[in-house]
Nanobody
Framework: QVQLVESGGGLVQAGASLTLSCTAS????????MGWLRQVPGKEREFVAA????????WYRDSVKGRFIISRDNAKNTVNLQMSSLKPEDTALYYCAAAESLPPIVKRPNEIDYWGQGTQVTVAS
């Protein structure tokens, strides 16, 4: 059984930093692109960041470039999202996701293979 378990969400002030972690089990972790998506009530889930199978390539939505860093540790089956200079508009439920290729994570979330349960990030102004 595949599980993606997120942790690290919380309530912070604008400008603060927060690191989200996702631990995967039940899958060949290095065979999957790993990513983070987020969702606010009433809106669709949106791509935030992704990291390639080996960790050598990363991708970000424009609004988080320079503020967020995604990384993975294939020995520990973990993927992290370091978030800094947080803004109120970053407030959302953040999901860890795994897919065999990049397009599902970036633009076709209905094709993502596995999802975590989500962790809430709230940024107060």
């Amino acid at each position: 059984q595949v599980q993606l378990v997120e942790s690290g969400g919380g309530l912070v002030q604008a400008g603060a930093s927060l690191t989200l972690s996702c631990t995967a089990s039940g899958l060949t972790f290095s065979s999957y692109i790993m990513g983070w998506l987020r969702q606010v009530p009433g809106k669709e889930r949106e791509f935030v960041a992704a990291v390639s199978w080996s960790g050598g390539s990363t991708w970000y939505r424009d609004s988080v470039k320079g503020r967020f860093i995604i990384s993975r540790d294939n020995a520990k089956n973990t993927v992290n999202l370091q978030m800094s200079s947080l803004k109120p508009e970053d407030t959302a439920l953040y999901y860890c996701a795994a897919a065999e290729s990049l397009p599902p994570i970036v633009k076709r979330p209905n094709e993502i293979d596995y999802w975590g349960q989500g962790t809430q990030v709230t940024v107060a102004s």
